[in-house]
């Protein structure tokens, strides 16, 4: 059984920083890509930062050169450096991840809140 777990959100003011975490757990699996979303208040959930299994990365325009994604293979860890927030980056943050058992399939955490405020 899969299980991704985020970690690190909270309240913070206009201009901090955070670091978001999302442990993968589990027995014999292999992960491709690892997407951070934001789902902020009344809105859809959009992509944030996305880290490909061949080490790629690309960022939402709205967080270019604020946020940070990076994943730490040993550890099946995925994290963001969330940098020089605002009040629009507040929300709850999902972790996905396209992992193989015996198919590939899309797996979610439960989400993290993250709050800033002015």
């Known amino acids: 059984q899969v299980q991704l777990v985020e970690s690190g959100g909270g309240p913070v003011q206009a201009g901090g920083s955070l670091r978001l975490s999302c442990a993968v757990s589990?027995?014999?699996?292999?992960?491709?890509?690892m997407v951070w979303y934001l789902q902020a208040p009344g809105k859809q959930r959009e992509l944030v930062a996305r880290?490909?299994?061949?080490?790629?990365?690309n960022y939402a325009d709205s967080v270019k050169g604020r946020f940070t994604i990076s994943r730490d293979n040993v550890k099946k860890t995925l994290y963001l450096q969330m940098n020089r927030l605002k009040p629009e980056d507040t929300g709850v943050y999902y972790c996905?991840?396209?992992?193989?058992?015996?198919?590939?399939?899309?797996?979610w955490g439960q989400g993290t809140q993250v709050t800033v405020s002015s």
């Open positions: 996905n991840a396209i992992i193989l058992t015996d198919t590939w399939r899309d797996y």
């Open positions: 589990g027995t014999r699996f292999s992960i491709n890509d």
């Open positions: 880290g490909t299994g061949i080490g790629a990365t």
